[in-house]
């Protein structure tokens, strides 16, 4: 199995952040070869330039970068063609690569990357220095490499781990539902009669917060000339800004969905079915209900869970989770909760939200009712973060009354 390991780079002195940028800009320039070349030849009818042409003529040192980090560019360029061909088979508005680039991830293929100790050299072309950066935890084995730009330098590493042997158990029975959430990321119901609930108030907050920090600095910007050094600076505050919060987000994210399926490990889990909630994503609710639907990134949450659970040996599905939330699953009668807790008026039935949703699941997806978890887990999915203010509180004020 293929994963990637991201290396930010940190504290980087200013000559090799320009060297970096100038990469990326020479990547850019390449790309934009290969799209103008594509479009004249459309233009004149003429056949479009292939492999062998694109590489010909974007060799020979025109390039300040590697040559094999020009030839992938180029292959990228023609695998994108090609998928756009294939769209516009069907909808023609489809558009041919066009759009201008400035800057473009920088990638070296696995013969060209080499390393010494724990110092990573990556070559700039001949009669150029490589770049080199010391890396702790170097992996032993490591693929391509791309330089990537996300609020801030960072190399992707492509690592191949082996594929560990499933153990050789006898196939579990056990199966788990996932109702996917805003509030809380996962609600997860086993079969062995167990529940869990990792909440997702932290992304949320974490998303507010940065919402927030975005509109002071966007304040700023509306005072400022374009092009002038203070405008420069605050793009750039924006940007950092911008990379740490999608770091932050997409580690908590990594936690939560790890937790789920470690919860599914410890109850003996084969199969997993995560709700797909396409439905009610989609549905017009509302202007504000629909701002908070769009934050939700239940995507990555699916993605996310079902790697992890190929990893862990489990086999996942997703289907649609229609009406699962608004049952009731003691006696079928629908009814729209409002808030954390489902209440029944007809039978008396209470119980967590979310909770109810996953139950319901197991009869859309195996056919089998279960009923409600004697008891449920709270996790959440990183360590408790405590606020600066709250470890250093301010000093009592002193009343001049004794
Ligand atoms: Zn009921």
């Not at 558009?95 to 700039?124: C, D, F, I």
Request: with cysteine.
């Amino acid at each position: 199995m293929e994963r990637v390991r991201i290396f930010p780079l940190s504290g980087l002195d200013t000559s090799t952040r320009l060297r970096l940028k100038a990469a990326q800009r020479e990547a850019a320039r390449v790309w934009m070869y290969c799209v103008e070349r594509h479009h004249a030849a459309r233009l004149a009818h003429a056949p479009w330039p292939g492999r062998q042409e694109l590489q010909e003529e974007t060799k020979g040192g025109q390039y300040a970068l590697h040559s094999q980090s020009i030839q992938m560019i180029t292959h990228q360029f023609l695998a994108n063609v090609e998928t756009i061909a294939k769209l516009r088979q069907t909808d023609t508005r489809h558009r041919y690569p066009y759009h201008p680039k400035t800057y473009l991830t920088v990638e070296w293929p696995t013969q060209a990357v080499s390393r010494q100790g724990n110092t990573l050299l990556l070559p700039m072309g001949r009669g150029r220095k490589s770049l080199r950066f010391h890396l702790n935890g170097l992996p032993d084995q490591f693929g391509a490499v791309s330089l990537v730009w996300n609020g801030g330098y960072e190399l992707h590493l492509v690592v191949s781990s082996p594929d560990s042997i499933p153990p050789d158990m006898p196939a579990s029975p056990e199966q788990a539902t996932v109702d996917l959430g805003e509030i809380h990321l996962a609600a997860v119901t086993t079969t062995t009669g167990k529940g869990l609930i990792v909440t997702g108030r932290e992304i949320r907050s974490l998303k507010r917060q940065h919402t927030m920090t975005l509109r002071e600095i966007q304040k700023k910007l509306s005072h400022c000339t374009k092009g002038s050094r203070r405008y420069r600076r605050l793009c750039y505050a924006l940007e950092r800004c911008k990379g740490q919060a999608k770091r932050q987000i997409r580690d908590l994210r990594h936690k939560a969905t790890r937790q789920v399926v470690n919860f599914c490990q410890q109850e003996d889990v084969q199969t997993v079915f995560i709700g797909n909630p396409d439905g009610v994503r989609k549905k017009d609710s509302g202007r504000h209900h629909n701002q908070r639907m769009a934050r939700w990134e239940y995507g990555k949450d699916k993605d996310y869970l079902q790697q992890k659970c190929q990893q862990a040996h489990m086999t996942s599905f997703t289907g649609s989770e229609r009406g699962t939330s608004s049952t009731c699953p003691a006696c079928d009668r629908r009814k729209k909760p409002r808030g954390r807790i489902y209440a029944c008026r007809h039978c008396g039935f209470v119980g967590h939200r979310d909770i109810v949703g996953s139950m319901n699941m197991h009869s859309l997806a195996f056919g089998s009712r279960i009923s409600y978890p004697p008891s449920l887990t709270y996790r959440r999915p990183g360590p408790a973060r405590v606020r600066w203010r709250d470890e250093h509180p301010l000093p009592v004020a002193r009343t001049g009354t004794s």
